[in-house]
Structure formats: C-alpha cells, structure tokens
C-alpha cells in the first residue's frame, strides 16, 4: 500500500468480532484483515475491538496493581530478579533506560522531527521512573529450549492480602489480552497475504508477559515528566487496556506529528507494532514509537481522582502486555515482505522522507531479546 502524506490523527479501528462471527473466506473479513495490516504498516498501532474484553476486568486489574505498587519499596524489593535479567518479578523505578537515549539512529529520528512534534528530551534523562511487574502468561515448550532465563517462573508476591487475589486476576485479565492479540497477529498475517496461522504459529511458545507498569503520581505527577522515555518495543506485538491516565503518546511513521492516544470506554484495546513484526516484515511493518509523559490532561485526572478517591493510591498503571515469538525461532525478513518494504522506502525517498535503512540479519528470537535487553540496561 501507498503511504498516504496526510493521515488522520485518530487511530484506525479494528473489529475483532467482525473478525471472529464471520467467514474466514468472506470479503468483510479479508478487507478487515487488510485494514489490520494496512494499520499497523501506515501507524505503527490501531485500536482493536474485542467485546470478549472486559472493562471490569480491566478495573478489577488496575485496583489490584494500583495497591501492589503502593506497597513499601523494602517489601517490592522481595519480588525482585536481577539474576533473571528481571524478566520475572518486579522491576523497581529508575533502572531500565530508554534505548533511543543511547542509540544513534534513534536519535537521527528525533532530529528529523519538527521541534514541537518531537519528544520529552531525554538526552538528559537517567532511567525511567517507573515500576513494572513481569507476569508470565507462555506455554512451556515441549523441547529444551536455548533461552532458559526468558523462560523462567513465576513469582507471587509476599504480602498475604495480594497473594490471595493475584493469580486469578492477573490470568483473567493476561488471558483475554493474549487471545485479543493473538487473533489480531492471525488478522494481520491474513492482511498481509501470509497463511493465517504464520504468526501465531511462530508465536505458539513466546515468553508473553503480562507486564504492567506503574508511576507514582505523588513524586512524578508534574506536568512534562518523562515516564517511560521515547523508545519502541522488542517483541512482536503489545496490546494496552485503557490506562485510568493519559500520556501515552504516539508518532505514526512518517506523520512527524506526536499523537496522544485515546482509547474509547467500553471494550478497546491498543496495539503496537513491535521490532520482531518489524524484523519478520523486512521494515514493511515498523516498530511504533512512543512515550508516556505527564501531560495537561494527566494533571488533570490526577486532581479529578484526588478529589473523587481520596484514599485510592495516586498511581498510574499501564496495564501493557507483550506478545513475543517463540525464542527459539528463526527470525529472519519474509523475502516476499521485505521486497514491498524496499518499495514503499523507495517512494518515501522519492518525497523527500527518507528513511533509515535497518539490516535484518537471521537471528534466533531468544537472542535479539537478549541483544535488546542489553541495551535497555536490563541485562548485563
Ligand atoms: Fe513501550
């Protein structure tokens, strides 16, 4: 597809029951597959429909991670697992960083930007203040797998009144999240022209986690902190509930422009495109930038849930979780994928957008997750 030079600022919509309730072979369903894809090619992200997602699940979940997170650092330190490249357990504020505050290509994007489209600077900014919780929701491999450490388990937190509470509410609401956004990678490989099946496939074994992140508004609630500093995800695809604040901001490929993301009430969830969509496509699909910032209109939720629920922890969650391949996985560009790729560059050089030209070399899953984990100071 044509990259269009104007694009609308709202995120396309993705039916999902569309999707589920019709025929495979229908044209409602190929043409809502080729919306899915075509999405995810022009923006990075879309918005997906799901009614099987539930809003109070959503609720129930945010409460539950909202009073984890206001637990006593001493306490959440007893759920961490530095050994385990904290790929399980909790992960306390200021220790991941933001990979673009290191990476040069990811700097030349956001020099490229109009000034008043471009991030949060974070030239300056040490690591992120944010918390995250790592939830294993993979199926075990029926092999041995070469990435045992991505593969490890669980850990239920200490405290008696969570312990009870925490495994029912993080599968509910891990589950509907992973068939939400495994269905969507079997959309997408139908709108991409792949057999269906290619991507969840690939995906039957991936490390997913459930990975809820967590902000202290009390300590970072001033208007233009950086939460989560510019950057795009590792993994495959990620899919978000509805945060109870916004900031999460966007920038679709090529627009320049900065999108704060709005998710409808009621039963919408949204996607990103993330590196291993963006390796297995050849750059067809990119990986969607972003970053979650305080901006005005999270000032003022923060001072509309002061007043309406005084003794509620002042805490944003992000309930985000990240669909991965299996790590032992061939990942390697789709020859087909990446010669459309090579042409869509060519016409964005041809209007003066040039793009930066990325190499996809064949690599195992496992590993570009542990190259990426590097980068980001997770792994040393
Ligand atoms: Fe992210």
Not at 151 to 162: C, F, R, S, T, W
Not at 202 to 224: I, M, N, Q, W
Request: charged share 25%; aromatic share 8%; hydrophobic share 40%.
């Amino acid at each position: 597809m044509a990259i269009q030079q104007e694009l609308s600022m709202d995120l396309p919509v993705i039916d999902l029951d569309l999707f589920l309730s019709k025929p495979r072979g229908s044209e409602e369903v190929i043409n809502e597959c080729k919306k899915a894809a075509d999405a995810l090619t022009t923006y990075g992200a879309l918005v997906l429909h799901d009614s099987r997602v539930s809003e109070q699940d959503n609720s129930t979940f945010l409460d539950l991670l909202e009073d984890y997170f206001a637990q006593p650092t001493e306490i959440l330190k007893k759920d961490e697992r530095p050994e385990l490249s904290y790929q399980a357990g909790v992960t306390l504020e200021n220790t991941e960083k933001p990979k673009c505050a290191v990476d040069e290509p990811c700097l030349r994007i956001i020099e490229k930007l109009d000034p008043a489209e471009r991030p949060l600077d974070i030239s300056a900014h040490s690591p992120d203040p944010k918390c995250r919780f790592f939830w294993k929701m993979s199926e075990k491999p029926p092999y041995d797998t070469q990435f045992p450490v991505l593969n490890a388990p669980n850990v239920v937190p200490q405290d008696e009144g969570l312990r009870e509470r925490w495994t029912p509410i993080m599968e509910q609401w891990g589950k509907s999240m992973r068939t939400a956004v495994a269905d969507l990678a079997v959309m997408t490989a139908i709108g991409l022209g792949l057999p269906a099946e290619i991507f969840r496939d690939a995906g039957k074994y991936g490390p997913h986690l459930l990975a809820p992140t967590a902000s202290d508004l009390v300590k970072y609630g001033k208007e233009d902190t950086i939460l989560a500093g510019f950057h795009s995800d590792l993994n495959f695809l990620t899919i978000h509930g509805r945060s109870r604040y916004p900031g999460l901001h966007i920038w679709a490929r090529n627009t320049g422009k900065r999108i704060p993301v709005r998710i409808p009430a009621g039963n919408y969830l949204l996607v990103q495109a993330g590196k291993q969509l963006e390796h297995i496509t050849g750059g067809l699909i990119k990986a969607g930038y972003h970053e979650v910032v305080v901006n005005e209109k999270t000032v003022s939720v923060i001072e509309a849930r002061k007043a309406q629920f005084p003794d509620r922890p002042l805490i944003r969650i992000s309930s985000t979780f990240f669909w991965h391949l299996s790590s032992d996985y061939d990942l390697a560009p789709i020859p087909e994928l990446a010669a459309r790729a090579q042409i869509i560059r060519e016409e964005q050089a041809r209007l003066g957008k040039e793009e930066e030209q990325s190499v996809y070399e064949p690599v195992k899953v496992g590993q570009q997750v542990q190259n990426e984990l590097k980068h980001i100071a997770l792994m040393a």
